[in-house]
């Protein structure tokens, strides 16, 4: 028990920030889709570097890095719609990243991946349906428009020129959320199953020349000065976030 490694070790900080970086770059280069989903749902790329992550660093670290991504986005781009669309982005990475990180911890070989990519997949397809129906979409109408349903009809409606408040849900959700999330699992997906062992050999040699060499002393007061370091980045990223809400905005 003495010799147990620390969770955050110097390697794992480094591999997180260097994914959650990767991710924040990602989703910050997003674009819409208009012809085939409702204009607010950007597709970016960002879930790569956060499945390959997962598999990588595990669930806790998967996590993490989606965190990451979206203090990145905030101190870069801010947000335009009070927080919902991080808000979304948040569920639906924690609830892919959490089954899919169990599993593949439990089970790594090229079908475990498979199944883990799979079950994950699934678990943020619905859970991007279910927050949209009860949290997001409800929010965003009672916050943005007091309460009004015709500013966003009026948005989708290019899309879908017969919606109705009455048969909003019915379209969004299944014409356009399932698809989308669909989509964005399916393309983030097939790349991690096909780099992923390529890169985890990099993650390897990265790993080899991270490790403090040694035990005892030396190599934990590395580990704390880098998780140190990585606590004040992370608060550093909350004031700029805060800084540009409360003061600049």
Avoid at 113 to 139: E, H, M, W
């Amino acid at each position: 028990m003495a010799n147990r490694k620390p969770f955050f070790s110097t390697t794992r900080i480094v591999m997180i920030a260097l994914f959650g970086a990767l991710a924040g770059l990602l989703h910050i280069a997003k674009f819409p889709l208009p012809f085939a989903f409702a204009g607010w749902l950007e597709f970016d790329f960002s879930d790569i570097p956060l499945f390959i992550g997962t598999f990588a660093l595990g669930p806790v670290s998967g996590c993490i890095i989606v965190v990451v991504k979206l203090l990145v986005k905030l101190v870069c781009l801010g947000t335009s719609n009070m927080f919902v669309g991080e808000l979304a982005n948040l569920i639906t990475g924690w609830a892919f990243v959490i089954p899919a990180g169990i599993l593949y911890m439990h089970m790594r070989t090229k079908r475990g991946a498979l199944l883990s990519l799979a079950v994950g997949s699934l678990s943020s397809i619905a859970f991007a349906i279910v927050a949209n129906r009860f949290i997001l979409i409800p929010f965003y109408v009672d916050i943005m428009f007091k309460g009004s349903f015709d500013p966003l009809l009026n948005m989708i409606s290019p899309l879908f020129p017969n919606i109705t408040k009455e048969s909003f849900y019915t379209y969004y959700l299944w014409v356009s959320v399932l698809p989308f999330n669909a989509l964005r699992c399916l393309i983030a997906g097939a790349v991690c199953f096909v780099v992923y062992k390529h890169i985890s050999r990099l993650l390897d040699r990265i790993n080899d020349r991270l490790a403090p060499k040694g035990e005892g002393s030396a190599a934990r007061t590395r580990d704390v000065v880098a998780v140190s370091v990585c606590v004040a980045a992370v608060l550093l990223l909350v004031l700029f976030i805060l800084l540009r809400y409360f003061l600049w905005d």
